[in-house]
C-alpha cells in the first residue's frame, strides 16, 4: 500500500493511474495561458517556488527553469517518489510527501504557491489556507487553478460525474476568504485519439465519459477554467 499523508483528499484519476494522468498533463494548456496569467499577476522569476499537490512533480521543472527554489508537495508517497526521479538533476527543486494542510515549511518562507486542481475545491479546505497564511511571505501570492464547473461541456460533464458540487457554495466560500477569481480557456490538444479517450474515462464516470466520447471528434477539447489568487 502507498503511504499517505494524513488528511490527504484522494484524487482518483491520478492515484489510480498516474500514466493516464501524464497524457493529460501533456496535453492541458499547450499555449502555456495558465501560467502566463498567474506570472503577469505575481512572477516567479527568481524567487520561492512552491507546488502543492504537485503528483508526479510535472510541472515543477519549468518553475525549476525561472523560479531560484521549488518545493513540490505531494500526500501520496508513491507519486512523491515519482516527482522526486523527475527532478534528481534538478539541485533547486526539492519534494516533500506531506499534505497542503500539513506543509513542512518554515514560515514566511515561500514566494508563490501554486495549486494546480488540487485539494483548494472550496468548504473544508480552510486548514490549507491556515498552511498557505503562515507559508507565504508579504509580498508573495498563491494560486488556484480549477475546473469551472459552469462553463462548456467539460463543466456540464463534471456536473454530472459530481452531482453533489454546488458551484453557488464554492463561490461563495472563495468571496469570503477574499480570493479574486478570473475565467481562463485552456483547452486539451492530444497526438493520439486514444490518449484523449484514456483521459475522459479517468475524468467521469463510465456512462459520462462515454458520452464525451462521443460528442467529441477529433483531438482536441476546451477546457475551461478559473484562476483564483490572493496577495499576502
Same mark, same amino acid.
Not at 492515484?15 to 495558465?34: C, F, S
Not at 512523491?80 to 519534494?95: E, F, G, T
Not at 518554515?106 to 491556515?130: K, M, N, Q, T
Given at each position: ?81 515519482? %516527482? *522526486?526521479? !523527475? ?5 533547486? &527543486? #526539492?519534494?516533500? =510527501?506531506? $499534505? ?97 479517450? %484514456? *483521459?475522459? !474515462? ?5 456512462? &459520462? #465519459?462515454?458520452? =464525451?466520447? $462521443? ?18
Amino acid at each position: 500500500m502507498p503511504r499517505i499523508a494524513k488528511g490527504a483528499i484522494p484524487s482518483p484519476n491520478i492515484w489510480n493511474t498516474p500514466q493516464i494522468y501524464e497524457l493529460e498533463n501533456r496535453a492541458v494548456d499547450p499555449e502555456g495561458a495558465a501560467d502566463e496569467a498567474m506570472r503577469a499577476l505575481r512572477p516567479w522569476n527568481g524567487a520561492t517556488a512552491l507546488d502543492i499537490g504537485c503528483g508526479t512533480g510535472f510541472h515543477l521543472p519549468v518553475l525549476a527553469s525561472e523560479a531560484a527554489q521549488v518545493v513540490g508537495v505531494e500526500p501520496h508517497g508513491d507519486l512523491a517518489a515519482l %516527482a *522526486v526521479r !523527475r527532478c534528481a538533476a534538478l539541485a533547486n &527543486v #526539492a519534494v516533500h =510527501a506531506a $499534505a497542503a494542510q500539513d506543509l513542512p515549511l518554515p514560515d514566511a518562507s515561500v514566494d508563490v504557491a501554486i495549486a494546480r486542481w488540487a485539494y483548494f475545491f472550496g468548504p473544508g479546505c480552510e486548514p490549507g489556507l491556515r498552511e498557505l497564511t503562515r507559508v507565504v511571505r508579504r509580498g508573495g501570492a498563491a494560486f488556484v487553478l480549477d475546473l469551472d464547473a459552469t462553463r462548456g461541456a467539460f463543466g456540464r460533464w463534471f456536473s454530472r460525474t459530481v452531482p453533489t458540487y454546488s458551484v453557488r457554495e464554492v463561490e461563495s466560500f472563495w468571496d469570503r476568504q477574499g480570493w479574486q477569481r478570473r475565467p481562463l480557456d485552456l483547452r486539451m490538444a492530444f497526438e493520439r485519439r486514444a490518449d484523449l479517450e %484514456a *483521459v475522459l !474515462r479517468i475524468e467521469f464516470t463510465p456512462e &459520462v #465519459a462515454e458520452q =464525451a466520447i $462521443a460528442e467529441t471528434p477529433g483531438l482536441e477539447l476546451p477546457y475551461p477554467n478559473v484562476l483564483r489568487w490572493r496577495y499576502y
